[in-house]
């Protein structure tokens, strides 16, 4: 079975600390992929990498930056988080055609 | 810009009632489209993926549709179990960094 994991399933967090988010996953996929998700927003893409060191902006980068340092793993940071970062992070990975994603379980991160 | 539009946001359905799920799309060119469910606080899990007008795909309950601009996701003798957000993303041609733009999703309650 194919599998994406996230390290943490909730996560709570003060204002202005630095935030790491990890995902890990098994299929040996090239691309891998942070979104958050917020009601009414549906799925927004942050940043994306299709190879090792290799990283893209998505559509709201602002705020985030990430690190993939092997294939397998892919790790979103927050580098001072805020109360507009609290959302639902779900990492996905995908094969080299990118179309079909698989998603981890979610991290729902609360900044207070 | 790609555009996916998903309709309705919400539907509630008798269990046996059949319905459908609409998926209108805008894309320069279509490289393929993706079905998606969503349970609460889970991932996004893959259902189909359809690459040309004509083209369907069944799984149990379910048989996912498409034309040149919309998509039907069409469930029959729905269960309680079926109760979830589906989500539409087309792949373009081509298309940027992810390649995915999704919809915001069609959330589905089957009543016992």
């Known amino acids: 079975d194919v599998k994406v994991t996230q390290s943490s399933r909730y996560l709570v967090k003060r204002t202005g600390e630095k935030v790491f988010l990890e995902c890990v996953q098994d299929?040996?996929?090239?691309?891998m992929f942070w979104y958050r998700q917020d009601p009414g927003l549906g799925l927004r893409l942050i940043y994306f990498?299709?190879?090792?060191?290799?990283?893209e902006k998505g559509d709201i980068p602002e705020g985030y930056s990430v690190s993939r340092e092997k294939k397998e793993r892919f790790s979103l940071i927050l580098e001072s988080a805020s109360t507009n970062q609290t959302s639902m992070y779900l990492c996905a990975s995908a094969p080299g055609d990118k179309g079909k994603l698989f998603f981890g379980s979610g991290t729902q991160l609360s900044v207070l | 810009e790609d555009q996916v539009t998903q309709s309705p946001e919400a539907l509630r359905l008798q269990e046996g009632e059949s319905s459908s799920l609409n998926c209108s799309y805008t894309v320069s060119g279509l490289r393929g489209l993706f079905w998606y469910r969503q349970d609460p606080g889970k991932g996004p899990e893959f259902l189909f993926t359809?690459?040309?007008?004509?083209e369907e795909k069944e799984k149990e309950r379910l048989k996912a549709t498409l034309t040149k601009k919309e998509s039907f996701l069409h469930i029959t003798a729905p269960k309680p179990e079926d109760s979830a957000t589906y989500l539409c993303a087309v792949q373009p041609w081509g298309g940027g960094a992810d390649g995915l733009t999704f919809g915001k999703g069609t959330h589905l309650i089957i009543q016992p």
């Open positions: 299929m040996d996929h090239e691309n």
């Open positions: 359809l690459y040309s007008a004509g």
């Open positions: 990498s299709y190879d090792v060191k290799m990283k």
